[in-house]
């Protein structure tokens, strides 16, 4: 006599499995459609739009008249200050913002807190009081531009005052992009280098470096891109001497106050382009050193 068979019951799916053997991943968030909508309605209204505008009152300009705008001599010269300056900027907030990030991270020290806060002031400041304070220090009778004074170095109004204003504002920038990754590196690869016989020079040269890369770049664009259009720390510092330490803001300033808006837009529309393609080259870079790495660690 065969005993019968009973079948059990199958069990009801979990919303998860559902979704998994429909193929369809977990979403914390659901709604792409929706999100990705909100997204570009909010990246047009924030980014596209102004952009958009300044474009279509440039167009307003024939081509002599657009070239007339941004070729003047004096235009000419408040580029050179200021895509000079804030590239000089970047590169010395590059060295000692990652070695600001190096000792936050690998250091234990008396008033560390203090010291990371620090690093904020910059961003929480207004940058005219940063350019006030800036200039008192610095100014031929200033606390410390007197001593510069005394061996005929001027500071203040001058293209070192700008640089300087411009490397205060950009500080934070490299430092905080830099922090997080030298936080989350892992301490096992070093040990491995050192066990191998590597020295600390090769350590940091062949091993940590590769991996802060692509935050350094990222940490110097912001701190360049920051820097080209910054304005309320350099006006009081740079003296607005025409030709010599008039800064591109400055002429656009001007030219808004003598109602030539279009020759305004014009010269912003230079800016806005150098600055674009400096993002470009630095996320391209950035995408190259991913590869390379990716392709090393295969």
Same mark, same amino acid.
Request: net charge positive.
């Given at each position: ?34 999100t ?5 309605f909010?990246?047009?209204l ?8 300044l ?17 003047? =001599?004096?235009? +000419?010269?408040s580029?050179?200050?200021? *895509? !000079?300056?804030? &590239?000089?900027?970047?590169? @010395?907030n590059? #060295? ?12 234990k020290?008396?008033?560390k ?31 410390v ?13 001058? =293209?070192?005052? +700008?640089t300087?204003?411009?490397?205060? *504002? !950009?500080?934070? &920038?490299?430092?905080?992009? @830099?922090q997080? #990754? ?38 110097f ?28 803001p ?5 030219k ?10 014009? #010269? ?31």
């Amino acid at each position: 006599m065969s005993q019968p068979n009973y079948a059990q019951p199958a069990s009801p799916l979990s919303t998860g499995e559902k979704f998994q053997r429909a193929g369809r991943p977990k979403r914390v968030i659901p709604g792409f459609g929706l999100t990705m909508g909100y997204t570009l309605f909010y990246l047009s209204l924030i980014v596209l739009i102004p952009v958009s505008t300044l474009i279509v009152n440039t167009l307003q300009l024939s081509w002599p008249q657009f070239w007339e705008a941004v070729s003047a =001599p004096r235009v +000419v010269a408040s580029y050179k200050l200021t *895509i !000079g300056a804030s &590239f000089i900027a970047a590169l @010395v907030n590059l #060295v000692f913002g990652m070695l600001i990030a190096w000792v936050l991270v690998r250091y234990k020290f008396p008033f560390k807190r203090l010291v990371d806060a620090l690093v904020d002031l910059p961003f929480a400041l207004p940058t005219a009081v940063a350019g006030i304070a800036l200039t008192a220090l610095l100014a031929p009778n200033g606390w410390v531009g007197q001593y510069f004074h005394m061996i005929g170095i001027k500071v203040a109004f001058t =293209p070192i005052g +700008v640089t300087i204003a411009l490397i205060f *504002i !950009g500080l934070p &920038f490299v430092v905080r992009t @830099v922090q997080p #990754v030298l936080e989350d590196f892992e301490k096992e690869l070093e040990e491995a280098a050192s066990s191998l016989g590597a020295n600390r020079w090769q350590i940091f040269y062949k091993v940590i470096f590769p991996a802060i890369t692509p935050a350094l770049l990222t940490g110097f664009a912001l701190a360049f891109a920051r820097a080209l259009g910054e304005y309320g720390s350099v006006i009081f510092i740079a003296g607005n001497i025409p030709m010599v330490s008039e800064i591109t803001p400055l002429i656009i300033i001007g030219k808004l106050e003598q109602y030539d808006y279009a020759g305004a837009t014009a #010269v912003a529309l230079v800016m806005l382009l150098f600055a674009f393609i400096m993002l470009f080259i630095i996320n391209g870079l950035q995408a190259w050193q991913r590869r390379a790495t990716g392709g090393s660690n295969k």
